[in-house]
């Protein structure tokens, strides 16, 4: 079981930059695949980026590349999302997501945290 609580999220003026925290509650042995998906008032929910259990793989949307980098600390139990050159079309909840393995679409993942507001004015 895993519950997921993000923080990090907030109003920045494009070209600024948010880090973005994502701190698991792990209660089982599995190990999961972590990653970010965001979804603006009115759009689908779309995926950002994922990142294995030992960090050494990760996958970005192509709006993001260059961008954000995903990053985790196991021992902190802890996904991290970095934003940088931060955009208007950036503006969106952001959420974290844990599953049993990687994926760009929200049904390869089965814990989801309830999300944290970034707005990026122009």
């Known amino acids: 079981q895993v519950t997921l609580v993000e923080s990090g999220g907030g109003l920045v003026q494009a070209g600024g930059s948010l880090r973005l925290s994502c701190v698991a509650a792990?209660?089982?042995?599995?190990?999961?695949?972590m990653g970010w998906f965001r979804q603006a008032p009115g759009k689908e929910r779309e995926f950002v980026a994922t990142?294995?259990?030992?960090?050494?793989?990760?996958y970005y949307a192509d709006s993001v590349k260059g961008r954000f980098t995903i990053s985790r600390d196991n021992a902190k139990d802890t996904v991290y999302l970095q934003m940088n050159s931060l955009k208007p079309e950036d503006t969106a909840v952001y959420y974290c997501?844990?599953?049993?393995?990687?994926?760009?679409?929200?049904?390869?993942?089965?814990?989801w945290g309830q999300g944290t507001q970034v707005t990026v004015s122009s």
């Open positions: 997501v844990a599953g049993p393995r990687g994926g760009t679409t929200a049904s390869t993942y089965d814990h």
């Open positions: 792990v209660r089982t042995f599995r190990a999961y695949t």
């Open positions: 990142i294995s259990w030992s960090g050494g793989r990760s």
